[in-house]
């Protein structure tokens, strides 16, 4: 029996993504997308607002974060983590390996409004999908390449996995913070 491994690959995030966690966005609001559940928390936030030492972004809005990152990291906003699923998890990997748009923490255009955000989100998770659903065997088997730094000559397939995981991982941080909100005292 033979496998197809792009379409296991492929599925295995789009059951994720079909039945957790983009029906756990829905009603998303502004407010909750910007909230802060503990002060200092790392949020996306007018340009020249920021506390943060890296403000990346351009046009209105800015994300905040450092290089190296403390320790412990600060605790991060729906819109952080959006903003770092967006142009981190897909839409740089969209860029670098399948021509999509291209994304940048420092260039990207952060957006001020749930909606926004997840619109954004809907394009760069359709940018990477059909990127990893358009490998072949030979495809998943290839280095990812130098954009990937020291991943350069791991599979492919290592990295649809990896990108799998984190958008699990994120997506599960942003359900957990959503309950919060719904939950919290005044």
Same mark, same amino acid.
């Given at each position: 029996m033979s496998?197809d491994w792009?379409?296991t690959?492929? /599925?295995?995030?789009d059951w994720h993504?079909?039945?957790?966690?983009?029906?756990r966005l829905?009603g998303?609001?502004?407010?909750?997308?910007?909230?802060?559940p503990?002060?200092?928390?790392?949020?996306?936030r007018p340009?020249?607002?920021?506390s943060?030492p890296i403000q990346?972004?351009s046009g209105?809005?800015?994300i905040d974060?450092a290089?190296?990152?403390? /320790?412990?990291?600060p605790?991060?906003?729906?819109a952080?983590? #959006?903003g770092?699923v967006?142009v981190g998890?897909?839409?740089?990997r969209?860029?670098? &390996?399948f021509g999509?748009?291209?994304?940048d923490y420092m260039? &990207?255009?952060?957006?001020?409004?749930a909606?926004q955000?997840?619109a954004q #989100? /809907?394009?760069?998770?359709?940018?990477r999908?059909?990127g990893v659903?358009?490998? /072949?065997?030979?495809?998943?088997?290839?280095?990812?390449g130098?954009?990937?730094?020291?991943?350069?000559?791991?599979?492919m397939?290592?990295l649809?996995l990896?990108i799998?995981?984190?958008?699990i991982? &994120?997506?599960?941080e942003i359900?957990?913070?959503?309950?919060l909100?719904?939950?919290?005292?005044?």
């Amino acid at each position: 029996m033979s496998i197809d491994w792009t379409t296991t690959l492929a /599925d295995q995030l789009d059951w994720h993504w079909q039945n957790q966690l983009r029906p756990r966005l829905d009603g998303l609001t502004d407010e909750e997308y910007l909230w802060e559940p503990v002060p200092g928390a790392w949020n996306v936030r007018p340009a020249g607002t920021g506390s943060a030492p890296i403000q990346g972004g351009s046009g209105e809005m800015r994300i905040d974060f450092a290089f190296p990152e403390p /320790d412990p990291a600060p605790v991060t906003t729906i819109a952080w983590r #959006l903003g770092h699923v967006i142009v981190g998890c897909l839409g740089a990997r969209a860029h670098s &390996h399948f021509g999509a748009t291209e994304y940048d923490y420092m260039t &990207h255009e952060y957006p001020a409004t749930a909606e926004q955000a997840l619109a954004q #989100l /809907d394009t760069a998770y359709g940018q990477r999908m059909g990127g990893v659903r358009g490998l /072949d065997a030979a495809g998943l088997a290839a280095p990812v390449g130098p954009a990937e730094g020291a991943w350069e000559k791991e599979p492919m397939a290592v990295l649809v996995l990896h990108i799998n995981r984190e958008l699990i991982h &994120h997506g599960a941080e942003i359900a957990l913070l959503r309950d919060l909100y719904a939950h919290r005292t005044p």
